[in-house]
């Protein structure tokens, strides 16, 4: 069975998806992000490791007093 749109083999819909990963604060306002892991569809073909890399941008918000 084929689901999500992109003809993604994942049997009846259920994935695992253990990962591990990590922040590291270049700035108060900046962080470099990064993680790995495996997907592994219960009921499907889908089976593969993947790495993430990014960047995220702290906002702060102005409070009244």
């Known amino acids: 069975m ?3 749109g992109g003809g993604i083999a994942t049997g009846q819909g259920l994935i695992i998806k ?7 604060e270049l700035s108060k306002t ?4 990064a ?7 219960r009921g499907g ?3 593969s490791p ?5 960047l995220k941008y702290n906002i702060s ?3 009244l007093k």
Do not use: C, H, M
């Open 35 to 41: 993680a790995a892991g495996y997907v592994k569809a």
């Open 30 to 33: 900046l962080n470099l992000r």
């Open 61 to 63: 918000f102005l409070k």
């Open 45 to 47: 073909e889908l089976s």
């Open 50 to 54: 993947f790495i993430n890399l990014g």
């Open 2 to 4: 084929l689901a999500g």
């Open 18 to 24: 253990p990962s591990l990963g990590f922040d590291y």
